[in-house]
């Protein structure tokens, strides 16, 4: 089995800054696009920001300028750098996986970590 594990979430005053970490585990397994999410109470899960295995980037339009995704593929970790938060960011923030394991592809989601952002 595959298993992401994220950290680094809480509380911080707008204008702040974060860093979020998500580390994926297992046995012989194979990671393509790595991908951070986030969902606030009463809405839909969202995409912030996606990086794939050869480091192309995407981003939120809401976020671009101020978030940075970057990977460490030797130690199938992803990174999410949030600067200058706004209290719109608060949210919960699940870290997610295309992961190539046992014969096919698959999704994979961390257990999700809140970010809150006070104005």
């Known amino acids: 089995q595959v298993q992401l594990v994220e950290s680094g979430g809480g509380l911080v005053q707008a204008g702040g800054s974060l860093r979020l970490s998500c580390a994926a585990s297992g046995n012989s397994f194979k990671i393509n696009t790595m991908a951070w999410f986030r969902q606030a109470p009463g809405k839909q899960r969202d995409l912030v920001a996606s990086c794939t295995s050869g480091d192309i980037t995407h981003y939120a339009d809401s976020v671009k300028g101020r978030f940075t995704i970057s990977r460490d593929n030797a130690k199938n970790t992803v990174y999410l750098q949030m600067n200058s938060l706004k209290p719109e960011d608060t949210a919960v923030y699940y870290c997610?996986?295309?992961?190539?394991?046992?014969?096919?592809?698959?999704?994979?989601w961390g257990q999700g970590t809140q970010v809150t952002v006070s104005s």
């Open positions: 997610h996986a295309f992961v190539f394991f046992e014969g096919h592809y698959g999704n994979y």
